[in-house]
């Protein structure tokens, strides 16, 4: 009978929400609108779901016939049936008339926004930027006359406060982190002390001021995060200035106790997932893979180009402070030599060009912090999130996957003992002390269920944050173009200078100098 769907087949009550919630343009009823009125249902998300795709046509809107279909699959999925077109096909008798309410209280849904579903990750890059800038800056301080530590002043613009923090309180706030969020993407900390043999590479100095960056990477993107930042844990880090802040936030950690027993939806997780989230989830985590592979052979070939401005700045400054030592040499000059060479006075010019290559050798030092700053370590930035997707994949597949495989597997150790039980009678004691463990157990798949779809559900909105963050590559790249013009620029400029400051110096009684460059 869904072929035979028109206005003499169904209800007046569909003619009327039709009239009341259609375009004002043409019969067309935007989803949009159609998908409010299933939220007006009491039908689960699933359900609400197979009904919107049995009638979305893709472009946004659909057709009269198609609203009285959805009204009629609406009607008998309120009645318990399973949304089918098969269902229609076969249907003899008139359509039932859905629980919506009065047509003329449909109208005011054409004037609301849409209610969003909780799965979805509604943020774009800009907005979770601004969410907060933190600033973290080493404080080192001594304790006796050999014991150092190091302190760290915390900055956050958005509480505009600063607070003080040892590496001991980042430690144990990441371990409070994860405990509460273990579906979440929680970045790693650096390591405390350097691994054996890093110091023979570089110095205890850069040491600490590598971890210095890796600390502020950590809490900016905690604070950005769209769950992180909402929380009582975060705000108490950032804010806290008592004495003991580890005590402060182990309480409130106990207190709050983990996401999925405080998260108004994660009993109902499962009514939210699309029914291919398996399939979504092992394609996004091969894919962001990938990108988290390439973009660490461009931060590597990014921290090398830093590298060599740095150590272009040093030959740069020794190249001039080599022409001073040359220019300064006050030793007399031979008479054999005087009467055909004009050193004695070149050399002084010789000894002043010192000035440009001092200028230079600033100018690549400054370009060697820009590429530093704004090319590396935004890279790592983002490096440390895509690491962090990674690490939540693997807590994903090896603790709740593994713990409810586990579960099953001791549920069923146990039916086979009852069902040994009923076969060969024992004490009435043993058998019903068996019963009650199974509905112990049955109770634990239950919920090991629930934290499966609410991981998955955590997992599904974490990739949607690493796919909203991509964008950040764009910024990367600007970032390191304007660093290049800016830096070929200015080195430029001075060079210009050189060169015209040579040909003063140099050149000979008609004004004429030798070739500065080769044609």
Known sequence: MAADINEGSVPLYYREVHQAICSRTDERVPISVFQRVLSRTSLSITVQNQIAEHVNSGDGFISKVS?????????????????STKLLENFIQEFPKPQLGEPKELQSLK?????????ILSLTLGELLKKDTIKVQLIPEKKGLFLKHVEYQVTSERFTVSVYRRYSDFDVFHELLLQRYAYRVVPELPPKRALKGVLTSMSEREFIEGRRRALDRFLNLVARHPVFSEDELVKTFLTFSGSDVQTKLRDACKKLGDEFMTCKY???AKDYLPADIQSQFSSSRELIKNIHSSLQKLRDRAERMAERSRENATDLLMFGKELSSLGSDESPVPILASCKSPWATLRRSVKGLSVEFSLLSEKAAQQGRREEDYVVEKLNLFLDLLQSYRDLCERHEKGVLHEHHRVLQKYGVMKRQMLSATVQPKEQVSVEQLESRIVQQENAIQAMELRNYFSLFCLHQESQLIFTYLP?????????VNSQVLGHKEMGEVWQDLHSKLKSLFGDGNGQSPPLSPK
């Open 472 to 480: 950040i590559t764009s910024h990367i790249l600007g970032a390191f």
């Open 67 to 83: 609203l009285y279909k959805g009204l009629a699959l609406i009607a008998l999925a309120q009645q318990g049936k399973p949304p």
């Open 111 to 119: 004037m609301q926004t849409v209610q969003e579903s909780p799965l």
């Open 266 to 268: 994660a009993t109902q």
